[in-house]
């Protein structure tokens, strides 16, 4: 509890403490008791600090709506009672939260708090297979991913999923650690994204220090690899990965590995690293259906102690697009509104929420037609061209790379951009996309030039 004392509470810290009765109080005047009663009840005072009062909310959810309606009220409340101006900071503390009524059918225990791995990596509390919601979707990875957690380094290994972003790839990554130091905390733990893994092996080479990295990443019992796309096209990455991998892979130590794409797919990774990848299970999640992402939503508004409905849930989960943290995100500014408004959650409240923010016209992909006029600016080819039929060198690269990103970009079947680039057959589709492929596999300025034109088309930059 916030009020305990130890021998190593500092004086601020008690001051804060002591005048926090004389906080609610205050601010809980200037609100409706029962505003008062769901949020600011919930607030522990933690700590002050040069000024700061740190305050813990139970999640993301309470934050947001105190910072939208009160973060002044008590930080000009703090300050009056100290006797001096000070800043608030919220942070979210699970630890916080108290049983509460939702929509939710099922109510789940706490999650216990899983300490710290021998080598520093801490699960998100978040995270955990007991709140990953599992359809046909996802239902081969997350079999894999609990296997492994009972008997890491016994089977399926390695075990690599795929899939597009914000699905619960790094869920369930969490989720095997978070398993694993239940049953053993003393378990050597290594969780790292391939952009970190990357950024470490750089440091340590130009710091002489390549043997303490190496023995870092060695001295495990499970490596955990997130985001494994990132080293594609990166040689010395990839050659001290591959090194890495035959080390543990012998020793019998687990290797996990999420990517958003397949191994086959990784065309600008080493043959020998792909072929590796794919010597243990490969399992994808792929985008859910409808029910699924509207019981994974429900879930996480119990998490969240947001009152949704399942009528409520089913609507956003047809007309929110995107991946699962758009779907949150989604939930997140309807509770905050309901709160702004004083009203409770409804369809209708959902209805407006969804015309104001995701309207398809602002959320939608990169067209056809934005792809082609792309490539022909930056090739200097008229789009006619690019769809016509010349076999001039130039312009067949160019519209060899226009399918390429069409593909990446739109994920459209074969049979569709042959249609989209005058009736072609699909298998010339096939054979233009890999062409590419292949080019920038073998070249790196050109590899280049692909990201290039891929991040200008695509709004999240990947």
Request: net charge neutral; proline share 5%; hydrophobic share 40%.
């Amino acid at each position: 509890m916030y009020d305990q004392l130890t021998f190593e509470t500092r004086e601020e810290d008690l001051r804060l403490r002591g005048c926090w009765e004389g906080v609610l109080t205050k601010v809980s005047s200037m609100m409706a008791p029962k505003m008062a009663e769901r949020f600011l009840s919930r607030i522990r005072p933690a700590g002050l600090h040069d000024g700061v009062a740190v305050l813990e909310v139970p999640n993301s959810f309470n934050g947001e709506w105190i910072r939208s309606r009160c973060l002044s009220d008590l930080q000009e409340a703090i300050s009056e009672e100290l006797g001096e101006t000070v800043l608030v900071e919220l942070r979210v503390n699970a630890a916080a939260r108290r049983p509460e009524i939702t929509a939710m059918a099922e109510v789940k225990a706490q999650p216990v708090v899983v300490e710290r791995s021998t080598n520093g990596f801490s699960p998100s509390d978040k995270y955990r297979f007991d709140n990953f919601v599992t359809g046909q979707s996802n239902r081969l990875a997350f079999a894999g991913a609990k296997a492994i957690a009972a008997e890491p380094g016994k089977k399926y290994n390695p075990l690599f999923i795929y899939g597009p972003s914000g699905l619960g790839k790094t869920h369930l990554l969490h989720s095997i650690a978070r398993e694993i130091l239940l049953r053993d905390p003393s378990f050597p733990v290594v969780y790292i994204s391939a952009q970190q893994f990357a950024e470490e092996l750089i440091s340590s080479l130009q710091q002489g220090k390549i043997e303490p990295f190496r023995r870092a990443q060695r001295n495990v019992g499970i490596w955990l690899v997130d985001d494994i796309q990132f080293i594609a096209g990166k040689d010395r990455t990839q050659e001290e990965l591959f090194y890495m991998f035959n080390h543990l892979h012998q020793t019998g130590k687990q290797i996990v590995l999420c990517s958003d794409r397949p191994p086959r797919e990784l065309h600008l990774m080493d043959e020998r690293l792909r072929s590796r990848f794919e010597s243990g299970l490969v399992a994808d999640i792929q985008w859910p259906d409808t029910e699924t992402r509207s019981a994974i939503l429900l879930s996480k508004a119990h998490e969240e102690g947001v009152p949704l409905t399942t009528q409520v849930a089913l609507y956003l989960a047809e007309h929110v697009p995107g991946n699962i943290r758009n779907l949150e995100g989604a939930m997140t500014k309807l509770a905050v509104q309901s709160s702004l408004n004083d009203h409770e959650i409804s369809m209708d409240l959902a209805r407006e929420m969804v015309e104001l923010h995701y309207s398809q016209a602002a959320l939608a992909k990169p067209s056809f037609t934005q792809i082609l006029d792309v490539v022909s600016k930056f090739y200097r080819i008229p789009v006619e061209e690019i769809r016509g039929t010349s076999r001039k060198a130039p312009i067949a690269l160019a519209r060899h790379v226009a399918v390429y990103l069409t593909r990446e970009v739109t994920q459209g079947s074969w049979k569709h951009i042959g249609h989209q680039f005058g009736d072609r057959d699909h298998t010339s589709m096939m054979h233009a996309y890999e062409k590419i492929s292949k080019m920038a596999g073998g070249d790196r300025d050109f590899a280049n030039v692909v990201r290039s034109l891929l991040r200008n088309l695509n709004p999240d930059g990947q």
